[in-house]
């Protein structure tokens, strides 16, 4: 086993979520012609569309910031594994509920994958429940394969929300028919940041692409030569346009203290063998978004590549 990776963690600003709610209003009404925020009682997550392990999103939450695109650019770095019960421990909860984006277990898939994480464990770590997915380009005619995850590991990155996925007060968040420009996500943080400043403001959960088709990125197998420009990457990766009903876990953050964050990632999985990596709706008369998020309380960064990259964001 390698050593323990280094972790650093940093305490969030937690404005009260109805304060959060209205300023999220504000904000997606500019880019969205149908918005609605409120605070809820969280629905059972369990249940169909979402599918997560966990009912709810509380209990300690936090985000884990692990590795990043710094281990994946100029030649992918496949030494930096992880695994969840690893993790659960860095980030101070071992009887965890996480949520998130990552990159799949190469060695367990056989291949590079996307990671839609959706694990719950135990206090010793061991997986109590499991249905985190993987997507992956198939070699044959690249299309995508959306796979149940069976080895409790990832590879490279991972963006979690990480709680005891305990019932809560949760912001729900609608936004349908969009006018703007931004994603659903971009518009989320961007409209936080401008509020909040230099105040990081820190959220995770899942959120619904219950109409409308979205563009999502799959990276298929690692690159045999090095990527230097964001085009090589951009050429790299492989896009779908795929459809609704799409579950999309994942975390943001309104403002990177100094600590190489990824301000936002989320993945989506389906029933219908569709998922990967959230970038944008592509029907933006029919797009209908629904999510159920909270504030973390703190964020812990765990393995910061040495090198800052803008690559492969
Ligand atoms: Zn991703």
């Not at 392990?53 to 650019?73: C, I, K, Q, W, Y």
């Not at 990527?227 to 990457?233: A, I």
């Not at 970038?279 to 040495?306: K, S």
């Amino acid at each position: 086993m390698a050593a323990s990776p280094p972790v650093e963690s940093v305490k969030t600003h937690l404005p009260p979520l109805d304060e959060v709610a209205k300023v999220l209003s504000d904000g997606l009404s500019k880019n969205f012609a149908s918005v609605s925020t409120d605070v809820v009682d969280c629905p059972d997550l369990t249940q169909k569309p979402f599918m997560l392990v966990s009912e709810g999103l509380g209990g300690n939450p936090r985000l884990a910031d692990v590795g990043g695109p710094g281990f994946l650019t100029p030649m992918p770095q496949l030494d930096k594994k992880f695994t969840f019960a690893q993790i659960a421990k860095l980030v101070d909860l071992p009887g965890a509920f996480m949520i998130g984006a990552g990159a799949g277990p190469c060695e367990h898939v056989g291949s590079n994958s996307e990671l839609m994480n959706n694990v719950l464990l135990d206090n010793n770590g061991q997986v109590l429940k499991n249905n985190a997915h993987i997507a992956k380009v198939d070699p044959k005619d690249e299309s995508c394969i959306l796979e149940k995850l069976t080895c409790p590991e990832f590879n490279l990155m991972g963006n979690f929300l990480v709680t005891e996925g305990k019932c809560c007060k949760v912001l729900e968040v609608k936004a349908g028919k969009r006018t703007g420009e931004e994603n659903f996500v971009s518009c989320m943080r961007k409209t936080l940041q401008s509020y909040y400043g230099d105040k990081m403001v820190a959220l995770g959960g899942v959120f619904l692409i219950e109409k409308g088709k979205a563009k999502l990125h799959i990276m298929p197998d690692f690159s045999k030569t090095p990527m230097t420009t964001q085009e090589q990457v951009k050429n790299w990766l492989n896009f779908y346009d795929m459809s609704a009903t799409l579950v999309c876990v994942g975390e943001l953050v309104s403002h990177d203290p100094g600590m190489d964050l990824r301000v936002e990632h989320f993945h989506c999985f389906s029933d219908h063998g569709e998922g990967g990596h959230y970038h944008w709706d592509i029907t933006p008369d029919d797009v209908q978004y629904r999510g159920y998020f909270v504030l973390a309380e703190q964020v812990y960064r765990v393995d910061q590549p040495p090198e800052v990259t803008e690559l492969g964001r």
